[in-house]
Each structure stands twice: as C-alpha cells, then as structure tokens.
C-alpha cells in the first residue's frame, strides 16, 4: 500500500515537473522585451541581432525551442545564461547552498520558537499568558517576512549595530571549500571564522522568515495540544502523578504534532519562495537574489532553470511531508 502511495506521489510529481516547465517555457517568450537586445550595445546592426538570436535557438518556432530544451534538461543541460555567459546549472547549483542553508536555518528557528509558545500557551491555558501569548502571535502573523527584514535592519544594523546587514559572509574571510555549504563545511573544517560570519549574515533574514512561520505554528499546536489535554489518556497520566508539564510533553505532544507536521511542510515550501524577497532586501548571495536578477535581465535559460528547480524542490519537499505523516500516522501506516 505505501509502495503504490509513493509511486502515484513520483508519478504525480514528474507530471507537475513537466507542466510547470511548459508553462515558464511559454509565458517568459510571451513577455514583452527582446533579451538578445539587452545584450548588444546600442550601436548593433541588425545581422548581429539574427547571429546572436540563431546562436541561442531563438529564430526557431516556440515548439522546437521547447523540444531542444527539454532535450537538454533531461541530460543535465539547461543551457546557458545570456547575461553571465556560464552554464544556467553550475549558476544555479552554486547558489542553492546558500539558500537551503537560510531556509533550513529559518525552519529551525520557526520551530524552536513556535513549539515553545505552544507549550507555554497550552500549561498556562484558560489564563492571561495564553490570551496574550495569541495576541502576539497574531500580531507577528499579520507583518510579512520582508517588512520584519526592514525593522531588523533598522534595529540591529542602523540602531545597535551588531549584525551584518548585506552579504552572505565577510569579504576578507578566505573560504577554499569544496561546497558552498559554508556553514556545514565550516563545522565540519573547524573554520569557526567561516560559522562566525555565516550565522552573522544570515542571522537577519533567517529571523525575518522565521517569525510568521513561528506564529503559525504556535497557534496550531497549541490549539492541538489543548485539545488533546482534555483526552482519558492524559487525565490517567496526570493522575499517576506526573506534573502538567511532563503530561504535555511525554503524552500530548507526540499526538498534538502530527498536525502541525503537514503545516511544516507546506509552509516550508513557502518559506523557500519567501527567500525571494529576503535574499534580495540583505542582498544575500542566494538563488532568491539571483532569480530577481535573471527577470530583471530577462535571461530566460537563467529563469527557467530557476523557476523549474523551485517546482522540483516544492514537489519533493510535499511528497517527503506526505510520506513522513503516512509513516507516523498509525492510523494511515496499519490502513
């Protein structure tokens, strides 16, 4: 029964896969501007334009572009940028690094600080501390990832200066890495110079994601949490003695998170697409800021490489979340 799961789940995703690729495929030779001219100095005659249109494949019909193309990504191949001359899948594997290591590290943080508001908010249940532990968190719910990205600048870059504000790790640090993980490779290596600087730079714009995402998950699992509280199971615990505390994380918590796991994971997916704008305002060397770039550009290999490794990370990333509850939901693993 779960083989046959995964195997529509890898099915459906490669169908997805393929459909967000005819539609980027389209809509970026639909949008208004000609990219071979934004290349060209001003004074280029027309025969340079067709050599430089024929060199990409752009004189041919749109059906024949996309079979090329395809062609090319089934082999590793999605082509080459037109502003930066370098192949769009070395552009693009370069900078994902950066961005998963800012996407993991605001997803460690949303789930540190959302879980305990929720624990918290259900031990103080029915009293002031959760009505005002709700009130922030809908507060914090209600301002964007890139409005938080502003007030941390302006409080811990401009007003109290103690983190970079710009930048992914300090211009004179050397890093002679093999990846561009420089905070896992930087563990790993002992470079405490290169972790230092990382968690600098990437403390603000993980906070700035972090937060709505933390709000989110503190509503719903505290709400989960009280719910369950009211169960036989934990009435029994509670009767042998073990403290509330203890009763919500050694009985309720387990339960209460299965929930909260699903909202994880697609809210993650999002979190990745957040980075966007983030990556931008702290002009982080991720695949956000360069995705940014490459429209402005209209480097349309650039984009689609861009736009296509999203989809497939969102598509993994929501079959892993479905696997992983089907794993730890009894109900769904004994079906």
């Known amino acids: 029964m779960l083989l046959k799961t995964i195997l529509i789940r890898l099915l459906s995703t490669l169908v997805t896969l393929f459909g967000v690729a ?18 060209l100095p001003p004074g280029a005659t027309d025969q340079d334009i067709a050599n430089l249109t024929a060199l ?4 041919k019909s749109l059906p024949e572009q996309f079979v090329i193309w395809m062609g090319g990504v089934l082999h590793g191949d999605f082509g080459t940028s037109i502003t930066l001359r370098q ?7 370069g ?43 809908g507060a914090v719910l209600s301002i964007p990832d890139f409005l938080w990205g502003l007030i941390f600048v302006l409080l811990f870059g401009v007003l109290w200066p103690v983190l970079s504000i710009s930048g992914r790790i ?12 420089y905070l896992i490779e930087g563990l790993l290596r002992g470079r405490f110079d290169v972790v230092g600087s990382t968690l600098s730079h990437m403390l603000m714009p993980a906070m700035s994601l972090a937060l709505p995402l933390a709000a989110m998950i503190a509503l719903l699992l505290k709400q989960n949490l009280k719910e369950i509280l009211l169960q036989d199971y934990t009435t029994l615990a509670r009767v042998r003695g073990f403290s509330e505390t203890s ?3 050694r009985e309720a918590l387990r339960n209460a998170a299965l929930p909260t796991i699903a909202l994880i994971g697609v809210q993650f997916t999002f979190l990745i697409g957040g980075t966007v704008i983030v990556e931008r305002l702290f002009a982080y060397e991720g695949l956000g800021n360069m995705a940014i770039d490459a429209v402005i550009n209209r480097d349309l290999p650039l984009v689609q490489g861009i736009v296509l490794l999203f989809a497939a990370l969102f598509t993994v990333i929501n079959l892993l979340v479905d696997l992983s509850y089907t794993l730890l939901n009894p109900r769904f693993r004994h079906g």
């Open 22 to 39: 005819v539609v980027v495929f389209v809509l970026v030779r639909v949008a208004p501007g000609n990219p071979i001219s934004m290349m």
């Open 56 to 59: 990409y494949g752009f004189d």
């Open 87 to 93: 192949p769009v899948a070395n552009l693009v594997l």
């Open 95 to 137: 900078r994902l690094p950066a961005t998963l290591e800012l996407s993991v590290m605001a997803l460690i943080i949303a789930v540190f600080l959302g879980g305990l508001v929720a624990i918290v908010g259900a031990r103080k249940r029915g009293s002031g501390v959760e009505t005002s532990l709700d009130l922030t968190s």
């Open 170 to 181: 300090d211009p004179s640090i050397n890093v002679d890495f093999t990846t561009n993980f």
């Open 247 to 249: 009763v919500i994380l």
